[in-house]
């Protein structure tokens, strides 16, 4: 491979990586609304039912913010192996994200799966559900 498409890979990478850290930032902020927003319901007396669906939707706009993150990451590892890779391949295009992304998209059903798989996830579920019980019991 010639220097400047594995230079254009690399600067891809260094992009991607930077998207990929800001989403985890974003992914923290969300749980840390969640927080206090538990937090005032507890100190308020909010309704319970409110303050837990609030909780939930925040669970779930954090599940898609991880869906995407779980996209960049994907081709962070496709970029990785073609930057580590000394042969040239036709697959290793820079600047591929949104043209790789949108051959593999799924329809609506599959997108709203990959959302709940993402929720599922103990590191996006566990702030949440322990929320949710201490608005419940508490």
């Not at 594995?6 to 927080?35: N, T, V």
């Not at 992304?101 to 599959?110: A, C, F």
């Amino acid at each position: 491979m010639t220097s400047e498409p594995r230079d254009l890979l690399a600067e891809e990478w260094k992009l991607m990586q930077g998207q990929f850290d800001l989403y985890e930032c974003y992914s923290l902020i969300i749980k840390l609304i969640s927080i206090v927003l538990a937090a005032l319901s507890l100190i308020f007396g909010y309704t319970h039912f409110v303050m837990v669906l609030l909780v939930c939707v925040l669970w779930l706009q954090d599940a898609i913010w991880k869906t995407f993150q779980g996209r960049i990451e994907v081709r962070l590892l496709e970029l990785e192996a073609f930057l580590s890779d000394d042969e040239e391949t036709e697959l290793a295009l820079p600047f591929q994200f949104n043209t790789r992304y949108s051959e593999s998209r799924p329809g609506t059903v599959g997108l709203l799966i990959e959302y709940l798989k993402q929720a599922a996830r103990p590191t996006v579920a566990f702030p949440y559900c322990v929320l949710i019980l201490l608005v419940l019991v508490l």
